[in-house]
């Protein structure tokens, strides 16, 4: 008989098991790894004059391309200002800079462009993200030469202030009128925020979008569409928050799904879970790095799930110490990845909502 009988076994690391009939046994098991690199030193430091905005932080990677190849590697960012006090902030805007040189190629000096007001590529435009453009999300799209921006439109009135996802396409995603805005994905959540665009093209499904955090569901949503532009929700917990765990309280989305070589994808997340009082006034949270590995072919098929953090708040400058400017303590935020080949990663994330860090993920693949 030429057929397989399937079954899934789950153990502690999630692992999937596959029986045939002959009772041969078929294991993929995934390990992943992050190594700090650029000396662990943190860039856009306004402290050194780095960037004129006093926070710069949780960056997407942005590379340009002309004729088809690479040329530029350049991060996307959230940057704001201090209102004056210890934790408060004026509105936040979108940067774009380049890579000092155009492409990284030390990974023990790896400089950006220090950040001016010419950067700003994305603000603030009306009443839907009144309160700030937050937290870049961008996906570039070979078959139509696009890049696709997910980020967090934060509107205040009356009642608060309501975080929605939202998007935007571009271009030229340098030039800050060259941006065309669709306005709010969901506009009947109340709340919506980070977006992870997996583009299907050559698939024989739509793409997917997972997002949320944990404030609409206990973990992230998913919504599916045949255009880029026009999603269905579907209501149902894709990636739920686990209890007594490193992700207890929230997860969120980090960057786009990363394909490996194998056609699976690394879904890197960002998580938080109660530690108790901080020097933050209100703000008990620590925040860490997840991952999890999502199928081909079906990617709200979770096959596999870490059970520890990835990254966690460790340094002065990620746990928001002095001599660093601290925003948010115990803060690693992760939203960019930069592909390497043979299945590592590049990543850039934010520290204690300041700064941006940089490391290098590599993922083992064991049959």
Known sequence: MDFKINFLLFFSCQVIIILTLTQTIYCKQYNVSLTRVNKEIPLFNSQFQQ?????NYNPSYCPLYQNGKKVVDALMIRSQNTSGTKYGVKQS???????????????????FNNITDDDVTLAPSGPLDNYGVEDPRVVFREKDSTYYLLYTA??????????????ATSAEPYKKDSWKRYGALFPQLAESKSGSLLIRDGYDSPHYLFFGDSSIVNGLQFATSDNLLNWSLNPAVFFPIRPDSFDSKLVEAGPYPLQLSDGS???????????GPTPKPGYDLEYNVGWAILDEENPTNVLQ????????????WEKGLDPYLGLTPNVVFLEGAMPLGNDKFLVFYGGA????GTAIVSVSILD
């Open 51 to 55: 960037s004129i905005f006093t926070y």
């Open 93 to 111: 805007v979108v940067t774009f800079t380049t890579a000092r040189g155009g492409l990284i190629t030390d990974f023990d000096n790896i400089v």
């Open 154 to 167: 934060a509107e205040q009135n009356s009642s608060g202030v309501f975080p929605r996802l939202a998007l």
């Open 265 to 275: 994808y690394l879904f890197l997340y960002n998580s938080a879970r109660v530690v």
């Open 305 to 316: 799930r870490c059970q520890q953090p990835l990254l966690s708040p460790v340094l002065a």
């Open 353 to 356: 909502d300041s700064v941006v």
